[in-house]
């Protein structure tokens, strides 16, 4: 009789004995598991990528700031300018070979109190925030801190989200260093010319052909008055801008007195 049945065409021939069939208890729709599930590893995947994108943009300055305490910093627009292969000059100078008017002209035209605050003007802050609520817009309120948390850390520019990470970064900062480092941190970073002068050192070689010791009050008011606009304020030519700037800061350096310099500036 077996031999008479005739034989499919689609059936394979038998090779050897059927393997035995696996059979679960509960029918598995595995097309459904993985449509449902697949999607969800790369947002996790991208999730987990963002965390540490940003662990590690938070740590930067954490890790960063102890060791500027004992070696001198470099800020991000130099490093653009290094990597963009432009020109960059700047001459690390310790505060103790800086002519003590700079530092008092920089007091003067940048932050008044800076020997009184802990890196942030509260006041200054509060009427800045008062002048955006009633306008719309507002000047800068950025204190020596500030400016160095910038420089250091971030970019230029007037964004409100960069004005508020300057705010921890600068108390930060300022418990970690002293007011003379901040200090000497500050007038070795700063732009200060229009072909990559960083630093008053590199500004004073630049525009008036000698040290940054040797600066006179009016040389050092130029400097502190150009330093707003860098790269279009010209202290060896000053225009009608900066001759009121320079005097501006002269003006109020004499009304402050020592006592707005003292935390870098020891009374004798």
Known sequence: MDQ????????PPQTGPASPQVKFPIPVNYEY?????????????LFGILARAILILILIPVVL?????????????????????????RVWTPISEISPHVVRMVIAGEDGRYCTHRGVDGLELQSVIDEYAEEGDARGASTIPMQVAKNLFLWPGRQVIRKVLEVPLAY?????????????????????????????????????????????????????????????????????????????????????????????????
Do not use: H
């Open 172 to 268: 930060y900062m300022s418990a970690v260093w002293s007011k003379s480092r901040m200090m000497e941190i500050y007038l070795n970073i700063a732009e200060w010319g229009p072909d990559g002068e960083f630093g008053v050192e590199a500004a004073a070689r630049r525009f008036f052909r000698k040290s940054a010791a040797d600066l006179t009050v009016e040389e050092a008011a130029l400097l502190a008055g150009a330093l707003p606009n860098p790269l279009v304020r010209n202290p060896r030519r000053p225009g009608p801008q900066l001759s009121r700037a320079a005097q501006s800061r002269l003006r109020i350096a004499i009304n402050n007195g020592s006592a707005a310099v003292s935390c870098v500036i020891p009374r004798r």
């Open 4 to 11: 008479d049945r005739p034989l499919s065409n689609n059936a």
């Open 33 to 45: 598991s993985q449509r449902r599930y697949a999607p969800d590893r790369p947002q996790r995947s």
């Open 65 to 89: 700031v102890p060791i500027y305490w004992l070696m001198p910093p470099v800020s991000t627009l130099m490093l653009w300018r290094w990597v963009t292969l432009q020109r960059v000059e």
